[in-house]
């Protein structure tokens, strides 16, 4: 059994991230990028524990920490040189663009502790990310990414909202932000979703960076974006393993479809469904942590 060891971290913008480092001998290290929602990398621990030992019998350490999506919202303290100042964060207020200076502060920090070669491996909205983050800074450390489970938030908000009310709510997000009341909380978004108006905006607006996984527009034919589509991933070079779970739940009931369409607009990366696996790989992670092992070391 390897016992993760808590670290924290800088971010360029004076975030203090928190994190486990699971670490072997080897100068390899695996950076994970968890989902949005109430998500945190500190109740994941069987999970966590079955990549950490797999990877490590090929000496690869993992490090997993929360980004400032983590949890739906949470306060943290900033710090430029010697000013402090409490803001809040959390999905409710995330801008995904901002992953890149979370990812550049984890690779910064490893180094330090004297890692030498990186990999990224995201899940749910940490796929998306790493697309994000590839198209922005696309010299970067990263040796291979790991794709799981990408979603297509945007779709799957105006699937649930509706024509009407998605682009009513869209355009009043855009015209708070304009006037300076973005961080005010969405009432006619709650009980079922946490948003201020700032984080709705980046997470639904079909030509943000969020939509990286428009499926939504592609399978039911709905035009919503103006940019071109997929412009995110197909942009992706370096070698990538995509995974799915053939009964994720996200997927508008068609998983295969959804990887057909992946693999035709970047047809260099490799691709895997793994049978029964849903979203979150529940009952999957000792066979998933394996094919992601072997995918790195072959």
């Not at 993760?4 to 695996?30: Q, R």
């Not at 000496?59 to 000013?83: M, P, Q």
């Amino acid at each position: 059994m390897i016992n993760p060891e808590f670290v924290e971290f800088n971010t360029s913008d004076g975030l203090s991230l928190p994190g486990l480092l699971y670490k072997t001998t080897g100068e390899t290290a695996v950076i994970n990028l968890h989902g949005n929602g109430s998500s945190s990398v500190f109740y994941s621990g069987k999970k966590n524990q079955i990549f950490a030992e797999t990877l490590a019998k090929k000496d690869i350490s993992i490090f997993y920490f929360n980004n400032r999506g983590a949890h739906i919202i949470k306060r943290l303290t900033v710090k430029i040189g010697n000013k402090e100042k409490r803001e809040r964060f959390g999905m409710a207020y995330e801008k995904i663009k901002d992953c890149v200076k979370d990812i550049d502060g984890a690779v910064a920090y490893l180094k330090k502790r004297g890692y030498r070669k990186f990999y990224l491996m995201g899940h749910s909205t940490g796929a998306n990310k790493i697309c994000v983050y590839d198209f922005y800074k696309p010299k970067n450390v990263f040796e291979k990414y790991i794709i799981l489970s990408g979603g297509d938030d945007t779709g799957i908000y105006y699937d649930f909202l509706g024509k009407n009310k998605f682009w009513k709510i869209l355009l009043e997000s855009k015209r708070k932000i304009k006037t300076g009341h973005g961080g005010e909380i969405i009432k006619d978004l709650l009980p079922d979703f946490v948003f201020s108006y700032t984080g709705f905006f980046d997470i639904a607006n079909p030509d943000g960076d969020y939509n990286i996984f428009p499926f939504y527009e592609i399978l039911r034919k709905v035009s919503l974006s103006k940019k071109p589509l997929l412009r995110h991933f197909k942009s992706i070079k370096k070698p990538s393993l995509v995974i799915y779970g053939d009964k994720d739940e996200y997927c508008y009931g068609d998983v295969f479809k959804i990887v057909g369409i992946l693999s035709a607009h970047n047809p260099n990366l490799d691709y895997k469904i793994i049978k029964d696996a849903d979203h979150g790989y529940g009952g999957h992670w000792r066979e998933l942590a394996e094919t992601i092992t072997k995918w790195f070391c072959w």
